[in-house]
């Protein structure tokens, strides 16, 4: 069979709302015969083709499944970098308890263990990722975890630190009360 109909099958069987985004790796063991180049052409023609959609570079999203599209940047937070400390904060977590009234759109603030970077989703969205060298153990009692989004979570407190420590939005927002 050819690995593009070996791919489509594979995702059609395992996709779900739970199930919808898929790294490279992740899709490596159902085509184990193609290199990890012949793997990115052959997902590029099935991005070509409508049936994958690029999320961002490596992640890619099976569209013929319902899923949350209200969750995909926090899902993909988690799929990009499973093997370092992430959590929302910043002004996404300032908007959502109201401590400022400018919503962030389709963008998320993530404090990471991993390295400092902007990660354009395309139309999804915007994931800002802000280092932190600091401790587990100096912030864990401030972070609560969310199921749903897969994500630790900043209390207001942790957030508002946050911010002033990455300085990368002004303090001005902050509505004291």
Not at 23 to 42: E, F, G, R, Y
Not at 63 to 71: G, I, K, M, N
Not at 105 to 115: D, K
Request: net charge positive.
């Amino acid at each position: 069979m050819q690995p593009s109909r070996t791919i489509i099958r594979e995702l059609r069987r395992l996709a779900s709302p739970e199930s919808y985004l898929y790294a490279l790796a992740d899709l490596m063991p159902l085509v184990p015969d193609l290199t990890k180049a012949a793997l990115k052409v052959l997902l590029h023609r099935l991005v070509r083709s409508g049936e994958l959609e690029r999320v961002c570079r490596g992640i890619y999203l099976y569209p013929f499944v319902d899923y949350p599209s209200h969750l995909l940047l926090y899902h993909v937070v988690s799929i990009l970098r499973p093997k370092h400390i992430n959590y929302l904060s910043l002004e996404s977590v300032l908007s959502e308890t109201g401590i400022i009234s400018q919503a962030p759109f389709s963008w998320i603030g993530i404090i990471s263990t991993g390295r400092s970077a902007t990660l354009s989703c395309g139309k999804f969205g915007t994931i800002e990722f802000i280092h932190t060298k600091r401790a587990l153990e100096s912030y864990a009692d401030e972070l609560a975890y969310d199921k749903e989004r897969r994500l630790w979570i900043a209390s207001p407190a942790l957030a508002k630190a946050d911010l002033q420590r990455s300085r990368s939005a002004s303090l001005d927002l902050i509505q004291e009360g």
